[in-house]
């Protein structure tokens, strides 16, 4: 099956500082792929939509300034967590649609301190 | 907005069938019901999806109600390995967005 790669798989940051997380298509090319947050023991949220070579679509309540998403081609899309709080702390989580099914990234556990 | 109501827990015996319920009782008819599952710490795995016929992969059967209100995930020889959180999702089949909805935490039991 195809396959999304996220990195890192884990980031320890100080409270303040920008975390950026890399989400690619492997072997497809996806003009738009999702960013999940997903809190211990909670199911995961949809953040925000990425849509290559325009403006990405946050969904009610995420703020884009603080997570900026960039989607600079086809195969690459990048979530930057900016100026990192310990309530930023959570799993984040890409995924890319290859119709019809949705392909996941293995996850970017974030820890701010 | 997830639309589908799971229960939170379930537990099964290994090397028995796990048949996991979803209920749907809101469903579009052009909306098509997806099942994935995440093991601790991992993105979701694709395990499979339907209309309103029955499907069978290599992984599961999915069963739909004739009236497509719900459905039953079947993992026919339940395994160790199997035991992850269940997520049944309905989604329309030109959208791309997958709304998560609260799953089932399946755990097999030696």
């Known amino acids: 099956g195809a396959v999304v790669s996220q990195h890192p798989s884990w980031v320890i940051c100080k409270s303040g500082t920008s975390v950026k997380i890399e989400c690619r298509s492997l072997?497809?090319?996806?003009?738009?792929m999702f960013w999940y947050r997903q809190f211990p023991k909670q199911s995961l949220m949809l953040m925000a939509t990425?849509?290559?070579?325009?403006?990405?679509?946050?969904e009610q309540g995420v703020e884009k300034d603080k997570f900026l998403i960039n989607h600079a081609s086809l195969t690459l899309s990048t979530l930057t967590v900016t100026s990192a709080h310990p309530e930023d702390s959570s799993f984040y989580i890409c995924?890319?649609?290859?119709?019809?099914?949705?392909?996941f990234g293995s996850g970017t556990q974030l820890s701010v301190l | 907005d997830a639309k589908t109501t799971q229960p939170p827990s379930m537990d099964c015996a290994e090397g028995r069938a796990a048949n996991l319920p979803c209920n749907h009782s809101?469903?579009?008819?052009?909306?098509?019901v997806y099942w994935y599952r995440q093991i601790h710490s991992q993105g979701p795995q694709y395990i499979i999806h339907?209309?309103?016929n029955n499907e069978t992969n290599e992984m599961a059967s999915l069963i739909i109600t004739e009236d497509r209100k719900s459905s039953t995930l079947i993992l026919p020889h339940a395994t160790l390995r199997d035991t992850a959180v269940y997520y049944c999702?309905?989604?329309?089949?030109?959208?791309?967005?997958?709304?998560f909805g609260t799953g089932t935490s399946l755990t097999v039991i030696p």
């Open positions: 995924s890319a649609p290859l119709p019809p099914k949705l392909f």
């Open positions: 072997d497809f090319q996806a003009t738009t």
């Open positions: 990425s849509n290559e070579g325009s403006k990405a679509t946050y």
């Open positions: 809101t469903i579009s008819g052009n909306e098509y």
């Open positions: 339907g209309l309103k």
């Open positions: 999702i309905v989604r329309v089949a030109t959208g791309n967005q997958f709304y």
